[in-house]
């Protein structure tokens, strides 16, 4: 007998309504209602089938402290058993996993786990180090008014112990969680109401809505603080009126009880103060209160709480207190809510500048695209442009979506997106990205990538992807802001009892003021914000000067970099061979342009590459090339025909003297432009030696420049290449390199770069070829060639979008730039809270009879957070040693 997973029914298997296969196992049911209700959900049923044989292989878990995650793993059906042998191997080693059930042919692996020994990303890491990736989706999920450094960590927690997320990250910055997890097993609705169940409302993220709109929505944000801002201000007027009557002319005169009719007046209008001007505090509060957590909020809601509170009874029952001269400190409630409230308005205003980079590049792309559909032209937004669509672009529009050229040529200004501050030009065959610039003609072309996958689109979600990341160093801030709350909380009773028990009379005056001092001016947000604000910007200005820098560890770990190990091919040179010198043999009569004609007209039929630079050559001089007759290559020597009547032969040393010919001195001139990197070719007119036509792989204009500004930086600079070491050298004294590595195989390249990290020092690969690709996933930052390979660019930490070497040399300064700001902040932020909260607490007190006033408090703690993402905005005027524009 076995049991139906849905209704519990005990049937025979034989004589089963239905079965259903799931996770390679057999479950069997009584009824077709029950079978319906376990397709529509397979996974919540699975672990109720009772069967003896089977109670192994399901979902059950007889240990309701353990949980259980179902990770689809992608290509694991396509290997079969192998793989999973192999990850079941890795995970059953995992502490905390006690069960582990893979089903290969599914590609899926059921995990039991521990969630207090082990979390869920850490399964899915050690997957992913078995060469598999876990199966699953991104979402970024915008947060509103989101300010509390503690709450990041708290939001993170919560999303993480959701069911089925894999990871989750906040970024105060940002004001966006990016989430990853498994759609099967939860929803977005999920996300938001684990969010939500923290006091903040959920939005669609910024790189889902246009600039326009998330300009309105900081704007409406803004307004909505400043509303409350003055009205909390007007009401401060009165009530700073009546809270000093002695330092007011009219008020000095007024007897107790007009005194004490003013401050009854003064408790109701702090009232709304309290719960409209300062009602985010209050739900912010109350929100991690039902979380059994404190926040920012919550020092706020008790500081301003506890002051209204005493002043309340104070005016009420003045007899209760010793002193029986109780005032009250209704001021404290108005004017510290308002100056909270007007820092948070213009923090958001500073914050709209920090996003300035994204907002820029968002703004390059064009609104509308002339679509010619069925020979009809029309306009259309871009949003509704199609692949394969047909699209007219004239002098001066923007090109709205990638294509390729069918019609028509140009020249397009590139330089928002590569930096390159000429025109390219555009003929048919040829791509244009979207966003650029159409400069002189009109074309016509046709939509490869729209929305989403545009090179602009691409561009922008990995600067927001950086921006949402995190630095290694921002792990301090989370660490004490985590614990900062409540260790304030703890510090302002303390502070309060030794005031009540020891401070002077009125002891109670001075333990209430000085424990609200407390809890007002500690602020973890200038923690929290130290690190995200910069990042933002930073990860702009990159972006800005055509650097895309992955994530906040990259930007971190590039500030340390000391050596640079650059490929040659296509990095230092430009990876395309070019005719650089056509040398005469002293005994001929015949000109180099005509020597240079006749042996291009010989490889117009060869498909070699330096084949193809001596014709390019050729027709860059606008020489007229003949048609070769009787053609023949001979392998490992060279290529010979006759060219309008005259017998061309051009190859290698071996060539010539296969045909007897004579060389000279041809012979020592080769050597020479050898020793230069360049690869010499003898040719031969009529059976007698003609000249020498060399090319080669020349060094970009740059790369010597860009080398130089490394040096000066105190980087070590190393070339790694395959080419044989006369070549590598003549390259390095051409550039100035430290160090050559030559006739490195593409599979030791990752070696070598391993070798030069044992040397106790941060390596940075620069490359744009597949066979780099390992060597950059090995080294501490590797840099990708935007002109490169995918394969490349996909195993990078940093993208130079121009193909030159001067990236490299503005990707550190960032880094640079960013870290001393970053430190600056954090420093500022921690001295503020070392000093500040001390002060509150009154030590200064017994020394020089000071204390700080709640108002002064309430105005520090507005002004911090501010103050640093002020800072932060300071690298907007960041300008790298080479401008890209």
Not at 660 to 681: F, R, Y
Request: charged share 20%; proline share 5%; with cysteine.
């Amino acid at each position: 007998m076995v049991k139906d997973p849905v209704c519990g029914m005990e049937i025979e298997p034989g004589t089963a309504f239905a079965t259903r296969e799931h996770m390679g196992q057999s479950y069997y049911f009584c009824s077709e209602n029950c079978v319906k209700q376990f397709d529509a959900n397979p996974h919540q049923y699975a672990h109720h089938s009772s069967q003896p044989a089977a109670s192994a292989t399901t979902g059950f878990n007889p240990d309701s402290s353990l949980l259980q995650v179902e990770l689809p793993i992608l290509g694991l059906a396509k290997e079969g058993q192998p793989g999973g042998v192999l990850i079941r191997s890795v995970l059953e080693k995992l502490h905390g996993v006690e069960r582990v059930v893979m089903n290969a042919k599914a590609g899926i692996a059921v995990v039991d786990y521990d969630p207090e020994t082990i979390k869920i990303l850490g399964i899915v890491t050690a997957i992913k180090k078995t060469g598999y990736q876990v199966g699953g989706a991104q979402k970024r999920i915008g947060i509103e008014n989101i300010r509390c450094a503690s709450c990041v960590g708290f939001i993170e927690d919560e999303l993480k112990a959701t069911p089925g997320v894999l990871n989750a990250l906040v970024s105060l910055g940002t004001q966006e969680a990016t989430v990853d997890y498994l759609p099967e097993q939860t929803t977005l609705k999920e996300l938001n109401t684990a969010i939500e169940g923290w006091g903040y409302k959920t939005r669609p993220a910024a790189s889902e809505e246009p600039v326009d709109q998330q300009q309105a929505a900081h704007e409406k944000e803004y307004q909505r603080l400043m509303r409350r801002f003055w009205f909390a201000a007007l009401v401060s007027i009165p009530v700073l009126i009546t809270a000093y009557p002695k330092f007011i002319p009219i008020v000095k005169d007024w007897s107790m009880e007009t005194l004490r009719l003013t401050w009854f007046g003064a408790a109701l209008l702090t009232l709304p103060v309290l719960f409209w001007s300062g009602s985010d505090f209050f739900t912010g509060a109350w929100a991690a209160l039902k979380h059994r957590a404190a926040n920012m909020n919550t020092l706020i809601a008790l500081g301003t709480g506890a002051a209204w509170l005493y002043s309340a009874v104070a005016i009420l029952f003045p007899g209760i207190f010793p002193e029986g001269t109780s005032e009250p400190f209704f001021d404290v409630v108005a004017v510290v809510i308002a100056l909270v409230v007007l820092g948070q308005a213009l923090e958001i205003r500073a914050k709209g500048r920090t996003s300035e980079a994204i907002k820029k590049l968002m703004g390059l792309q064009a609104k509308t695209a002339r679509v010619i559909r069925n020979d009809v032209e029309m306009d259309i937004p871009v949003e509704e442009v199609l692949v394969g669509d047909t699209i007219q672009v004239r002098p001066g529009e923007k090109v709205p979506v990638d294509g390729m050229i069918m019609e028509g040529s140009s020249a397009v200004d590139e330089s928002m997106l590569t930096g390159e501050s000429l025109p390219v030009s555009k003929k048919s065959g040829d791509e244009v990205i979207g966003a650029t610039l159409n400069k002189t003609g009109a074309f016509k072309f046709r939509a490869t990538k729209v929305g989403k996958d545009t090179a602009l689109a691409q561009i922008v979600k990995m600067v927001q992807d950086a921006q949402n990341s995190k630095a290694p160093i921002a792990r301090l801030a989370d660490t004490i802001s985590g614990f900062f709350v409540p260790i304030v909380m703890i510090l302002a009773v303390l502070t309060f009892v030794v005031w009540f028990d020891f401070g002077p009379q009125p002891q109670l005056v001075y333990g209430l003021v000085t424990a609200v001092s407390v809890l007002i001016i500690a602020c973890p947000c200038a923690l929290g914000l130290a690190t995200p604000m910069s990042l933002m910007v930073g990860i702009g200005k990159g972006a800005e000067n055509g650097i895309l820098i992955r994530s906040g560890e990259a930007l971190q770990t590039a500030q340390a970099i000391k050596t640079v190990v650059l490929d040659k091919t296509g990095t230092i040179t430009k990876g395309k061979p070019e005719l650089t010198d056509v040398i005469v043999a002293s005994q001929q009569s015949v000109l180099s342009d005509e020597l240079l004609r006749l042996a291009a007209s010989v490889e117009t039929v060869s498909e070699h590459p330096l084949a193809e630079a001596i014709v390019e050559g050729a027709k860059a001089k606008g020489l007229a090339l003949g048609k070769p007759e009787a053609f023949e290559a001979i392998p490992g020597h060279g290529v010979i025909a006759t060219v309008d009547g005259r017998t061309v032969a051009l190859g290698n040393l071996k060539m010539l003297k296969r045909l007897n010919v004579g060389l000279g001195d041809l012979e020592a001139k080769s050597d020479t432009l050898a020793n230069d990197g360049k690869t010499p070719m003898f040719a031969a007119v009529d059976g007698k030696a003609a000249g020498i036509i060399a090319v080669a792989d020349t060094v970009k204009e740059d790369s010597k420049e860009a080398i130089a500004a490394l040096h000066q930086m105190g980087i070590e600079v190393v070339m790694i290449t395959g080419d044989n070491q006369r070549t590598a050298e003549a390259i390095a004294r051409q550039v100035g390199l430290d160090r050559v590595l030559a006739e490195v195989l593409p599979e030791d390249k990752a070696h070598n770069v391993h070798l030069l990290q044992a040397e106790g020092k941060k390596v940075a690969m620069v490359g744009d070829g597949i066979n780099d690709a390992p060597a950059l996933a090995q080294a501490d930052v590797g840099l990708a060639i935007g002109t490169g390979t995918d394969v490349a660019i996909e195993a990078s930490d940093i993208t130079l979008i121009k193909g030159s070497l001067k990236g490299v040399v503005t990707a550190i300064e960032v880094s640079r730039a960013t870290m001393r700001n970053i430190k600056q902040n954090l420093v500022g932020a921690f001295i503020y809270n070392v000093l500040g909260v001390p002060i509150a607490m009154g030590v200064l007190f017994p020394f020089f009879g000071v204390l700080l006033s709640p108002l002064l408090a309430g105005a520090a703690m507005a002004f911090s957070s501010v103050t640093v993402v002020s800072n932060a905005n300071r690298l907007r005027g960041f300008r790298p040693k080479f401008s890209a524009k």
